[in-house]
């Protein structure tokens, strides 16, 4: 019924924006998929219209969306990024240079007015990642100390270490230089974000975000490891030949492990809504998805 109706009614908007219009202005990507499957639809209602002042859907979709589903600006622009490419992949190549009434190309539309979100996304970016660079180097320093603090000492005639024998020892030695390397990665990211200064929005749709979550995602590895490298290294004075209080191993190694706990607990809705967004090949629907539960 509603394919018939769509078929033999030419409804529009007192702007003259017919029903494909309105769907990509008002950011439908669930109706414009199922419209998608029917070509004269779609060809005649989306590829040949546009409004009084001569917007095409991706005149309309260049400008910035009335509804906020996203609490944070870079999230906020990258969604406004993939509706854009979204809408860009649909329309004939021809329209991207397409100028409506106003001589204004849909290009030329987005980052007039989306010059503000990408101000404040530039902010956002460099304040958070200034904030993490602190953090990264602070473990880089711990991280590399603590892998030339052998516990148990060296051996003063073949200069091995005593406990080398053990296999504490070994997690000790491969998580220490895990953590030294996760943490230099990490910052490596974050110094790679903080001197990133753009003002177009091309980068916050894939290549910041990204560079982010590395940064995030190793940053954690960083501090998981060293508390497991910390842990290996109590074990000698827990479990050693005089001391036998390996009853208390699990309890000890379950404190260590709060820390990363609650990191990733405060971290990780933004670390997967960030790799959401950059993967997605088609962007949510305003009125859909996880988002806005969250608002409400």
């Not at 609490?71 to 906020?76: A, G, I, P, R, Y």
Request: glycine share 6%; proline share 5%.
């Amino acid at each position: 019924m509603v394919w018939a109706i769509l078929e033999t009614i030419e409804d529009e908007t007192d702007e003259k924006k017919n029903v494909m219009l309105v769907a990509a202005e008002e950011r439908q990507s669930t109706l414009l998929e199922q419209f998608k499957k029917n070509p004269a639809i779609w060809n005649r209602k989306l590829h040949h219209a546009s409004d009084v002042h001569g917007n095409t859907a991706l005149h309309l979709v260049a400008k910035p969306s009335r509804h906020r589903l996203m609490d944070t600006s870079v999230l906020h622009l990258q969604w406004e990024i993939s509706w854009f490419e979204y809408v860009k992949k649909m329309m004939p190549p021809e329209f991207i240079k397409r100028k409506n009434k106003e001589g204004k190309t849909p290009v030329m539309v987005f980052e007039e007015e989306h010059h503000d979100l990408v101000q404040k996304s530039n902010q956002w970016m460099k304040d958070i990642s200034g904030n993490y660079i602190v953090a990264a180097t602070l473990m880089s320093g711990v991280t590399f100390g603590t892998c030339y603090q052998i516990p148990g000492g060296y051996d003063e005639g073949n200069g091995r270490p005593i406990v080398g024998n053990r296999y504490e020892f070994l997690i000790f030695v491969i998580t220490a230089l895990v953590s030294f390397g996760s943490s230099v990665i990490s910052l490596a990211a974050f110094l790679a974000i903080y001197s990133s200064q753009s003002d177009r929005p091309d980068p916050y749709r894939r290549h910041l975000p990204r560079t982010l979550c590395l940064g995030l995602s190793s940053l954690f590895l960083s501090v998981l490891t060293m508390l497991i490298s910390f842990c290996a290294a109590q074990t000698f004075e827990l479990v050693g030949p005089i001391n036998k209080l390996s009853v208390y191993v699990p309890a000890y190694v379950g404190l260590a492990l709060i820390p990363p706990y609650f990191y990733g607990a405060t971290q990780f809705p933004l670390h997967r809504r960030l790799l959401k967004a950059s993967f997605s090949r088609v962007p949510l629907s305003r009125g859909r998805g996880e988002e806005q539960e969250e608002e409400r």
